[in-house]
């Protein structure tokens, strides 16, 4: 049963990622779909799946994660037993972090040694999957690996993505440095399974090491000692760690591609907001709109965040506009990518391209 797995949410390797969306905020932060925050898809498929126990470690500039989490209620982890936990990055006695995951993973350890479940699934927030868990783990089992990375096919487009080469039987044999290739095959989805306790193994004697990394640090030096399986998931996967990637991504959902769909329901913050008023000469078309906005102008093929105001004569099309931002009489909003509270004036125009949208950072007034 899933309620064998610990849910771990690692953040610590996407440190870096996206810097015009994280100079405030870490990754799995990040708004998206209109009213989503990434981390929200990696705890949804966990709870759904009856995984009751969730760890997630964080790196720097986690204030408006920890903002959003709370006490994991509209996950239904406030519980006494298990629940949700958020651990702070290790710091090093001068007050920097460390590099990598496994200082974290180390000096937090008592969670693990704590806890119940004899299995532990390790995940990011920014490779958005629907992996059935169990599904991963009998597999596991059945292979009588120590490890098991889940992969999918070369059907899946990453450039990001870190190429995995397999042998006979699905064994991995090889890990490669990100940048998928058409020649490569197979793409880690940056999720994990073992033993609790090789885990804990593994973690202690690279730490002693001095290793910094899970994957670079401790399962691929040992790809030959360990018997390490892949898991072969064959459903959709949305990827993003950069402006291009988000902008991508974000398109997809208005075409209804995008994996949003395959989630029966997404939980998220509750936030109370009013329905969005269309008033007298607005224009909506192919836009995922939020509640909360007053929509007086034109919306073509964009996503709209929570209380998002165009007014008349504005025009935004192909953009995603985050919450409360403001876009004044005949502003013009095209291949843009707004954060939260930007005001556009009256009059302005930005226009990006498709291959180079636009970034205007949180509450900048243009």
């Known amino acids: 049963m899933t309620n064998d797995l610990l849910g771990v949410i690692n953040l610590g390797t996407e440190e870096g990622l996206f810097p015009e969306f994280t100079g405030h905020r870490n990754l799995a932060a990040v708004p998206f779909s209109g009213r989503y925050r990434l981390i929200d898809f990696t705890l949804t498929n966990m709870i759904t799946q009856g995984i009751n126990q969730v760890g997630i470690y964080t790196l ?23 629940g949700l936990h958020i651990f702070p990055p290790a710091l090093k006695p001068d007050g920097e972090a ?71 039987n699905d064994r991995v044999v090889g890990i490669s440095e990100r940048g998928f290739s058409p020649a490569d095959e197979y793409a880690y989805t940056e999720t994990i399974i073992m033993s609790k306790n090789l885990f804990l193994r593994l973690v202690n004697e690279a730490t002693a090491r ?49 994996i949003i769909y395959d989630f029966p329901h997404i939980y998220t913050k509750i936030k109370h907001e009013p329905p969005t008023r269309y008033l007298k000469g607005s224009k909506v078309n192919e836009a995922l709109v939020a509640n909360g906005c007053k929509i007086s102008g034109e919306v073509q093929n964009s996503i709209l965040f929570r209380g998002v105001v165009v007014s008349e004569h504005a025009r935004i099309k192909n953009s995603i506009i985050l919450s409360k931002s403001i876009i004044e009489e005949g502003a013009v909003v095209e291949n843009a990518i707004l954060d939260k509270e930007v005001v556009v004036k009256r009059g302005q125009v930005i226009r990006g391209t498709v291959d180079e949208p636009i970034v205007i950072g949180k509450r900048t007034t243009v």
Not at 102 to 122: D, G, M, T, W
Not at 240 to 251: A, C, D, G, K, Q
């Open 60 to 82: 720097d500039k986690y204030r408006s994660l920890m903002d959003h989490l709370g006490s994991g209620k509209e996950w239904d982890l406030d519980r006494s037993q298990g």
């Open 98 to 168: 460390y590099l990598g995951d496994l200082a974290n993973f180390s000096i937090h350890r008592e969670h693990f040694v704590r806890s119940k479940q004899p299995y532990v699934v390790i995940t990011g927030s920014n490779v958005l999957t629907t992996i059935d868990f169990q599904d991963m783990l009998d597999h596991h089992k059945e292979m009588g690996a120590d490890i098991t990375l889940a992969y999918t096919g070369h059907e899946q487009k990453c450039g990001y993505c870190r190429p995995i080469r397999l042998g006979e």
């Open 210 to 258: 001095g290793e910094y990394d899970l994957l670079d640090g401790v399962i691929r030096p040992q790809l030959h000692r360990l018997h390490v399986h892949g898991y072969h998931y064959t459903g959709k996967m949305q990827v993003i760690h950069s402006v291009l990637s988000y902008y991508n991504e974000s398109m997809r959902l208005l075409r209804q591609e995008g």
